[in-house]
């Protein structure tokens, strides 16, 4: 890499046009650009560091890289909530919880979870949207939040079943 | 070197006005293909809205399919003239605030994703920096610390990783069965034969945060060791995709802030001239029986060449 050494006085470009010496011209910054530009600099590295120390998620663009961060037990359950539900042609699917089927990814319901089970007339807001997004689809009239739960020993699966969550009208398994 | 000579390092604009093409480029590929979730929830009822940080500051409202739409069509136009090269300053803060407000819409609904979080410091130090040609091989100063910043943030990505890793996993992470939940619950054909494969998941950790913690090592070393490093995180990246479909698009885009690009775009160029040449001397009947086809076109000016074939007048870029 060749520098420029900055002795050389200027603080606009040195020339117009391509050079034939073994120089190019440099356009250089003022004390107060390189200031300001380094401060701000600066208070980003402080925030983000802060952030992947002590904060969380809600001071996104300054929250914890936390994607994959947390610690799944080799002997722990794995869980993975989806939908069902049961048609107004009285038939019974199986929807996953994705953006595309009813407006809101998996992990944003599994990060709600609490609320819905205090409060399961939430899963009609699903149904709406899968109303609207699939209007040529006959709609929803009963849904169950389910939990399919893979068991693993020493990180291998080895068996896998599902649980219920919550339903909405009915509450029922 | 001392700090502010690293982080200043001149660097040509013809380097900015290819990265910029590049992020601009990706910005509208994302708002319409690839990141769909913030896009639904403009539908989505405003119940499930749980405004973060910056929403709460900013007093931004839960989303609507207007406010999505006007966010999404308002990127991809922006993105559109700053791909032009016309008013930089203006288009690249368009995007900036346009694309970073569709972010936080998806991430207001209880879901923050971390690969894009780099991709924010490059939508705003780009527009910093003013007109810049692709032909203009002036070296600035103003670019070469957007660059920096760009790399800083990009390697910051791993190297913060590896510690919310140990902040909320713990040391013992590295023996945990992260790999394998993430497998089970959306790996493909190609991720699900790990999982019968014994170790390889459990490995893969330990390599993972390994390269993770010792990302920033990429600064300290020459040229060609930088290379290797960048090509080797874009090979964990299709690995990973590979196995759970999961890949940190905007981040990719990021890593090319350590490439010489120019260099890349003069080489093309030049295989090209002597790719047409070739072409033309093959098929000029007046050189058929000098078995043509073996001419070396020589080096076009402006271009580098591994062997340095006599460029002596050509700067080397950092």
Redesign the interface.
Known sequence: ????P?AIPSTT?RSTG?E??????????GAA??AW??VV?LI??VL??RG??FRQ?????F????????????N?A?H?TFLEARTTADQVIVIPIT??QV???R??????LPNIVRKPS?LS?LA??YR??HPGKPPLEQLWLRDRV?D?YK???VGEHIDPIVGWPANDR | MNPLTWLFAPVPLARVALLRRAVYLFVIIDVVFLHATGMYHGWADPVWYKPLWMGRLLHLPAASVLLVELLRWGSVAAALLALTGRLPRLTGSVVAITWIWFQYVAFAYGKVDHDRGDFVVALLVLPMIGAAAVADRRRSEAAGFALRAIQLAAIATYFLSGWAKLRFGGLEWVNSATMVRAVVRRGTVLGDQLLHIPFTLHWFQWVLLTAELLSPVIFFVGERWRRRMVAGWYGFHVVTYAGITIAFWPHLVMMLAFLPLEEYLDRWRAWRARRSILDDVSQDPATQDVGGGTAQAGVLPGTTTEGGAGNEDVVKTP
Do not use: C, N, Y
Request: hydrophobic content about 40%.
């Open positions: 890499m060749r520098f420029i900055r470009e391509p034939p010496g073994p120089e190019v011209a440099v356009r250089r910054l650009s390189l530009r380094s600099l980003g590295v983000v560091v992947t120390l998620d809600t001071d996104w663009p929250a914890p890289m936390s994607q994959f961060a947390f610690r799944t037990g080799p722990d794995i993975s953006p595309k407006g809101i990814a992990a944003e319901i599994e990060g709600q939430l807001d709406d949207s609207r997004l893979t693993l990180g291998r699966a």
